[in-house]
Nanobody, 126 residues
Framework: QVQLVESGGGLVQSGGSLRLSCEAS????????VGWFRQAPGKAREGVEI??????????SYADEVKGRFTISKDNDKDTLHLQMNSLKPEDAAVYYC??????????????????WGQGTQVTVS
């Protein structure tokens, strides 16, 4: 089974940037929908950005508050997913998880469909 490992979290000042990465132990470039979710203390987990096998951002229904500030991308050669986060705000503080679902590469999925999850990386914004 493919395992996902996030990195890149940390403490950043408001207005700053961070780049999260998620490395997969196996191939996730063709048949998976992959993405980023986050969970702040006392809040439900929410979708941030998801991307299909062709690299299309499929996050239309996710986290409006990050639009224009966060960008998802993936490196198919390295089976790595990234989340570039700019203009960070205190309300962006959360544990960020990468996730994947075997979907034929399409992202016509719900959060509950994501079966593979990383352990999470903490993002703190002061």
């Amino acid at each position: 089974q493919v395992q996902l490992v996030e990195s890149g979290g940390g403490l950043v000042q408001s207005g700053g940037s961070l780049r999260l990465s998620c490395e997969a132990s196996g191939e996730i470039s063709r048949d998976y929908c992959v993405g980023w979710f986050r969970q702040a203390p006392g809040k439900a987990r929410e979708g941030v950005e998801i991307i299909d096998s062709d690299g299309r951002d499929s996050s239309a229904s996710y986290a409006d508050e990050v639009k224009g500030r966060f960008t998802i991308s993936k490196d198919n050669d390295k089976d790595t997913l990234h989340l570039q986060m700019n203009s960070l705000k205190p309300e962006d503080a959360a544990v960020y998880y990468c996730a994947a679902v075997l979907s034929g590469g399409y992202c016509y999925v719900k959060e509950a469909d994501f079966a593979l999850w990383g352990q999470g990386t903490q993002v703190t914004v002061s």
